[in-house]
């Protein structure tokens, strides 16, 4: 008996380790087309995908707002493997790592599913600044 609550106490830290691990697997996202979306040549766009083993993540940081602006303005689309999410709002927030601390916009995909190595990451951001001029970049890495 004392084993088994032995062997199942250290089978739950096991668990809890790998589902609270920092990331599983991650990859940092290229721009393979479109313009740079970055706030500044001090100040650059990254982005990057992450699994830690219950939830993908798609993020993109250091957007310039006045080309790819935050709210309904832009039109977004995420893949990690064969899942697939339109619509998702850029949002304003600070520069990350960048001195001084800039406004920028921001992407963020969340999604429950399971990532392998070589599963792929794609995200498309296509937007109409105040000008109305159009503005399109695209991500993409494989984890």
Request: charged share 15%; with cysteine.
């Amino acid at each position: 008996m004392r084993r088994n609550i032995i062997t199942m106490t250290i089978g739950a830290v096991l668990l809890s380790a790998a589902v609270y691990a920092a990331f599983l697997l991650r990859v940092t996202l290229n721009r393979t087309a479109g313009e740079d979306p970055s706030v500044s040549p001090a100040c650059l766009s990254v982005g990057d995908a992450r699994w830690d083993g219950v939830l993908a993540r798609i993020s993109l940081n250091n957007m310039d707002p006045a080309r790819f602006p935050a709210g309904a303005a832009c039109q977004t689309e995420a893949r990690i493997g064969g899942v697939t999410r339109t619509g998702i709002a850029l949002a304003a927030v600070p520069s990350e790592g960048c001195l001084p601390i800039v406004p920028t916009t921001s992407y963020v995909f969340k999604t429950a599913t399971v990532v392998t190595p070589g599963t792929n990451a794609q995200l498309r951001i296509r937007c109409v600044d105040a000008a109305g001029v159009r503005h399109e970049t695209q991500y993409a890495g494989k984890f």
